[in-house]
Structure formats: C-alpha cells, structure tokens
C-alpha cells in the first residue's frame, strides 16, 4: 500500500476535539446528544510473535508489529429514535518478521506487506432500550459468533446487531452478518468454517443468530442461542453460570452445550462446503458439553473443567482462516480441542499481586485432550501450557501501560496426520490508550 492510515487517523482525533467543541452548541441548540455523549479513544498495541513450529511442513513464524485503533462511538440524536455513528478506523506496521508470517497480509511476493490499515463505518438507532447497529467493524462477543483480537488487530465483522433490554434482568439479541475481515487483512471476505478443504470452501453471505441471557435472581444468568450459516450448520447453545458464596471465597460454576448440525450444500454432501471430521463425508455433526468449576479465595483463583465433543465432525464456528474464536472452556493461546470425540481436561490457577505488586497478575493453564479420532483410523491425544504474566503500571509517566507475556507449548497427536502442528509460542504485548473524548 502506498498510503498509510495512520497520520490521518491521529490527525482526525485531534482535530476532532476542536471541531466537535464547535458543533456543540448547534447540536445542544437542537436538542441532539449526537456530540455530548459520544465517546472517542486511541489504542497502541505493539506485538512480538514467535511460533516455533516442532513438527510438520512450514517456517517458523516470527513477527513484530505496531498497531493503530481508533474507536468513535457518538452519542444519540434526541427524540422517539434516536440516530449515530460509530467509526472504527486502525493501521498496522510490520516492524520485522522472518518465515511464514501471520500477522501481516502477504504482498505479491508471497512475504509480509510493509503496512495495512483499514476504516469502518457503522450507523446505528435506538428507541427506548433496544440499539440497532448496521455497517461494518462490528466486534461481536456471543456464544455463537464472537471475533478474534489475538493478533495486532482485531477481526471485524459486517452486517446488523440488534439488542434490547426492554424487559428486567433479560437481554434479547438478533443479527446477520454477510462478511467478514481477518486480523490480518485490509478487505472483507465471505464466511465459511473448518474443514479439509481448507481455502477450497466456498464462502456464503449469511449467518444467523437470535437469542438472549436472562438474569435469574441474584446468582444465575442462563442463555439461549440459536445459529445458521447458510450452507452449512445449524446450531443451538445453551448455558448457565452460577455463584455461590462457599465458605471465605466464591464457586462459579459455567456450564455449555452446542447441538450443531448440517444444512443446505453441507447436507446435501456438495464437497466444497465440507467441514472438518474423519468418519462423516464432510458433514456438520457435533455435540460440545462443557462443565468449568472457578473457585476464587482472596487474589487466588482455582478451576477444573472438562469438556466432551461427540459426533462424527470437528466442533462447528465461523473460521475464515485467518484466526478465529470459538466460545469453547477449551480455546486457549494455540489450540482449541475441539476435534470430533476429543476428550478435555482443563485445570488453571490465577493469582493477582495486588497485595505486594499492585498491577501484576500471573495465570497458567494446562489442558489434556484424548481420543479424538485422526485420518488414519485411531485415536490420540493431545496437550497445552498456557503461562501468563501482565502488569498495568500504576503510577507516574507511564500510567495505564500494559504489558502482557504469554508462553504456550502444545504437544498433539494430530501433528503429522490430522493438519496440526508441535509448536512453543511467545508473544510480547505492549498496550496504551488514550482518551480523545
């Protein structure tokens, strides 16, 4: 790219305090809230990556980056239906890399693009207490659908959110989403999921959810959702998490199941909307229960959960292939365990250092996934390590910068015949935002 967003988008956040401040009294003169709620930040993430692949085909992938968001969430025009505007622009720079990147798009090379930027625009309405927003850079966090910030920016979607909390203690919620943009792409592509075929899949244009949580009494929320991607699965969740008061500390218990299955092509078998499995000819079919136990004492935190898939089809969610989330106990720095039959013990312990070293908080992770089925017939295992350290400074010039180090070994059984790789993995992260409005 020759243009950078950068410069303009530092030179749009200052220049938009002054200009905002004059449009005020307009706006105030005719009853709008548009500029007196709206709301504007600065994010810098700066990112080191390092993925040191054991086994299978491919470099290692080592990447350094700083990237660029900047939010603008505007308030509401007044009246029975009240309009805005949210923007969200952000810019990335490849400071170094060596090997099979992934933080960065390619070039016409084949290696890593100098600089990627990208700004989205969404509109949005609301009367009473239900908000519809429809555009682009739409970040939703569902149990069905929920983007990925794991990189130097985050995956965005486009299309419509709707939601409303016009009933107590219960938050209803529709959508559609038609594209999405990768962490590590400037453009917005079609929707399709995990399978063998990989980038052979055919996208499609339509995913579909409504739901809600309820808040039942002081120490319940229980959720509903249902999803579709055209093509490809239907699914249905279901989840509760629950606290109770357990002696000095407190038990959160987080229970989840998916019923996924197939739909249009995908059932139909059409090779190219297939997804990933052993025994099932490419169909969707996939059962996910999950049961996590947290116990939190003081600044310590202790949890043990298990996590079972049953069907003949990996777990089934939105993956575009440039780094997806899925709403699993199991998604950790690495992998996910959430192949077809797979078996998955999780045990973490948390510990915040308020008392010594105000800022610091460590967390480990350790999970043991068994008997998923592979391409040759048999079944195996597999594990992960997660260790990570962050720290916000407290006080003085640097207040608010964080600082985030995170180690993770995965050991699978599915590195040489199911797609899967050995790899140890470091990242560095450095954060700061600053508040425009």
Do not use: C
Not at 349 to 354: D, H, I, K, T
């Amino acid at each position: 790219m020759k243009k950078t967003l950068i410069a303009s988008s530092i030179a749009a956040a200052v220049l938009a305090v002054p200009t905002l401040a004059m449009a005020q009294t307009q706006t105030q003169s005719n009853g709008f809230s548009f500029v007196d709620d709206a709301k504007a930040t600065l994010g810098l993430r700066n990112l080191y990556f390092n993925g040191d692949y054991r086994e299978g085909d491919g470099a290692d992938d080592k990447a350094w980056g700083q990237g660029f968001m900047l939010n603008f969430q505007s308030g509401y025009t007044q009246g029975p239906v009240g309009f805005g505007l949210d923007v969200f622009a952000r810019s990335g720079i490849r400071l170094d890399y060596q090997g099979s990147q992934s933080m960065f798009p390619e070039d016409d090379d084949g290696g890593a693009v100098p600089e990627f930027s990208q700004i989205d625009f969404a509109a949005k309405a609301k009367v009473s207490e239900t908000e519809l927003k429809v555009g682009r850079g739409l970040q939703p966090s569902l149990p069905v659908v929920t983007r990925n910030d794991g990189r130097l920016l985050p995956q965005t979607y486009s299309g419509a959110m709707l939601s409303s909390n016009e009933i107590d203690n219960l938050t209803l919620r529709l959508g559609q989403f038609d594209e999405a943009s990768g962490r590590n792409s400037t453009s917005h592509e079609g929707l399709f999921i995990t399978s063998d075929v990989g980038e052979a899949n055919q996208r499609v244009n339509k995913f579909q959810y409504a739901g809600g949580d309820a808040q039942l009494g002081d120490n319940l929320v229980a959720s509903y959702y249902f999803a579709k991607l055209k093509d490809y699965y239907k699914q249905h969740y279901l989840g509760a998490v629950h606290t109770l008061d357990l002696g000095a500390g407190q038990l959160i218990t987080d229970l989840r199941y998916f019923d996924s299955g197939s739909t249009g092509a995908n059932s139909s078998g059409e090779a190219e909307y297939s997804a990933r499995g052993v025994h099932n000819d490419g169909e969707v079919d996939n059962r996910a229960m999950s049961a996590m136990f947290t116990y939190k004492l003081s600044n310590h935190g202790l949890g043990l959960g298990y996590q079972k898939m049953s069907g003949d089809s990996d777990f089934a969610y939105l993956n575009n292939g440039g780094g997806a989330t899925a709403y699993l106990i199991t998604d950790s720095q690495i992998n996910k365990f959430e192949r077809a039959g797979e078996k998955t013990w999780v045990g973490e312990y948390s510990y915040n250092f308020a008392d010594v070293v105000p800022g610091l908080k460590f967390a480990a992770k350790y999970l043991r996934g068994s008997d998923f089925d592979t391409r040759a017939g048999e079944r195996d295992s597999e594990w992960e390590r997660n260790l990570r350290l962050d720290y916000t400074v407290q006080q003085g010039v640097l207040k608010d910068l964080g600082v985030s180090l995170r180690h993770a070994s995965l050991r699978s059984g599915a590195a040489d015949n199911n797609g899967g790789r050995d790899q140890d993995q470091v990242r560095v992260y450095l954060t700061y935002n600053f508040v425009l409005l």
